[in-house]
């Protein structure tokens, strides 16, 4: 892979939340979930929303629109906003991946 190209990925990396989690988050616990959803500015209602469904990683990643409103998350902005994290999330997931393999 191009030098440019990786430090350029590594620097995206950098500063973000979930950086330094050693684990995908496909394999997280609820609880881990939970943290992860409280580590945001005013989700501490979604922490709880995510322990009463159960929801591990693995469903986090596929939530969607619909999901999140019949689990409760309101207003759509709300949701709106959870699904850019959460599109953050994958996408941050998918580049230490590629990163791993280089």
Same mark, same amino acid.
């Given at each position: 892979?191009?030098?440019?190209?990786?430090?350029?990925? @590594?620097?995206?990396? @950098?500063?973000?939340?979930? &950086? !330094?989690?050693?684990?995908?988050?496909?394999?997280?616990?609820?609880? @881990?979930?939970? &943290?992860? =959803?409280?580590?945001?500015? #005013?989700? #501490?209602? =979604?922490?709880?929303?995510?322990?009463?469904?159960?929801?591990?990683?693995? &469903?986090?990643?596929? =939530?969607?629109?619909?999901?999140?409103?019949?689990?409760?998350?309101?207003?759509?902005?709300?949701?709106? !906003?959870?699904?850019?994290? =959460?599109?953050?999330?994958?996408?941050?997931? !998918?580049?230490? @991946?590629?990163?791993?393999?280089?």
């Amino acid at each position: 892979m191009d030098t440019r190209l990786q430090d350029g990925a @590594e620097a995206l990396l @950098e500063g973000c939340p979930m &950086a !330094e989690v050693s684990r995908p988050a496909g394999q997280w616990t609820v609880a @881990e979930v939970g &943290a992860w =959803l409280t580590a945001r500015s #005013g989700a #501490g209602e =979604l922490a709880e929303l995510v322990r009463e469904h159960a929801v591990s990683g693995r &469903a986090l990643l596929r =939530l969607t629109e619909g999901t999140l409103r019949r689990m409760g998350v309101a207003p759509r902005s709300r949701r709106r !906003e959870l699904l850019r994290e =959460l599109l953050r999330l994958r996408l941050q997931q !998918e580049l230490e @991946e590629l990163l791993s393999l280089i």
